[in-house]
């Protein structure tokens, strides 16, 4: 079976919505998702669909120097953005990949990874889902923010087939977490 390959939106697309998400992270506390997932200082982070980057800088700066993050998004635009935002805080623990799912990083490298209002764009969750078990520590977080799909699809399809169990749920953000394979 040939996997479902994502395409990256049309960047004048990505530009919109780097404008509605700089306007709407001003009213909102982008930390607040990211302590309820325990990110700590030394942490290693991946934030998958990392568009503009507020995830992205929020946690770099709370795993400190000691930790790093990892910004993955299908669009070069995203990666140019959290580039210029990292040189502007001076934070140096940031480093992006360019991709559409494959992460190149190690088995088993990552303390959690961050699939905020991206889920719904990815055509193959199921190889996302294997993906992000794959990179994750054994007791590893997977914390997703489920925008514009049923939160309830998106938990089944984690637990699908046992990679993942929920840990717990706060409206539309999803913790779970990465189960060992049988």
């Known amino acids: ?16 919505m780097s404008f509605y998400f700089a306007l709407r992270h001003r009213l909102e506390d982008v930390t607040k998702p990211l302590k309820k997932a325990g990110i700590t200082e030394g942490q290693i982070v991946l934030d998958f669909g990392c568009g503009p980057g507020h995830y992205t800088i929020a946690a ?10 990892y910004a993955l998004d299908i669009h070069p635009l995203a990666a140019r953005s959290v580039e210029k ?4 805080k001076s934070l140096t623990n940031i480093k992006t990949i360019i991709s559409d799912r494959d992460t190149g990083l ?13 889920i719904h764009m990815i055509k193959d969750k199921q190889a996302l889902a294997r993906e992000l078990h794959r990179v994750l520590k054994p007791d590893g977080l997977l914390s997703v923010i489920a ?13 699908k087939d046992g990679p993942f169990s929920l840990r717990d749920r706060q409206g539309n953000l999803i913790n779970l977490k990465r189960l060992t394979p049988k």
């Open 60 to 69: 770099a700066k709370m795993v400190g120097e000691s930790g790093r993050v």
């Open 1 to 16: 079976m040939a996997i479902q390959k994502d395409k990256p939106m049309p960047g004048i697309a990505f530009k919109a």
């Open 85 to 88: 935002k990292a040189a502007k």
């Open 106 to 118: 190690p088995d088993q490298s990552i303390d959690t990874a961050l699939v905020y209002d991206t």
């Open 147 to 159: 925008e514009h799909v049923k939160v309830e699809d998106i938990i089944k399809i984690l637990e």
